[in-house]
């Protein structure tokens, strides 16, 4: 009851996690009519917060969308560990303020084709960024 305001005014697309084939019809689907409406949509490809970078797990849902919607995919690299995890509620962890955020844009991409090299494109750009910040612990290789 409390934060259900406060994340409807966030336009979510929520996502069950259990049925990927439902998961991936709400995100096209809620995610289309968001972009027509101009909003910009932040996918987090590997389903949730995780502390490590497992590109095997990198879903292309955020390239599928934009190409289905015909506008660029924005390339982020973001590195949050200092905000850990909380016991009852995940988002809820305690920041310890001793560690560094590290974000970055990157350039706009025009999804072509089936998408795939534009995937791969994210995919290193966020690897690459991780490098350099001195950060290559967070990527599974």
């Known amino acids: 009851p409390l934060f259900g305001p406060v994340a409807t005014a966030r336009y979510p697309i929520v996502v069950g996690r259990e049925n990927p ?6 995100v096209m689907d809620k995610g289309s009519e968001y972009l027509q409406k ?4 932040i996918i987090f490809p590997q389903k949730t917060r995780s502390a490590i970078f497992d590109k095997s797990s990198f879903n292309s849902l955020g390239i599928k969308l934009a190409k289905k919607n015909n506008v660029p995919v924005i390339p982020l690299a973001l590195v949050t560990d200092a ?9 809820f ?3 310890d ?3 560094k955020v590290y974000f970055e844009f990157g350039e706009p991409l025009t999804v072509e084709g089936n ?3 534009q ?7 966020i690897e ?5 910040w001195g950060r290559s612990d967070l990527i599974k290789y």
């Open 21 to 26: 084939r439902e998961d991936l019809k709400t």
């Open 97 to 99: 303020t001793n560690k």
């Open 119 to 125: 995937h791969q494109k994210v995919i290193d750009f």
């Open 93 to 95: 962890g305690k920041i």
């Open 83 to 91: 905000w850990g995890n909380g016991k009852l509620i995940k988002e």
């Open 128 to 132: 690459n960024n991780f490098k350099k």
């Open 38 to 41: 101009g909003f910009c949509i």
């Open 115 to 117: 998408g795939s090299e």
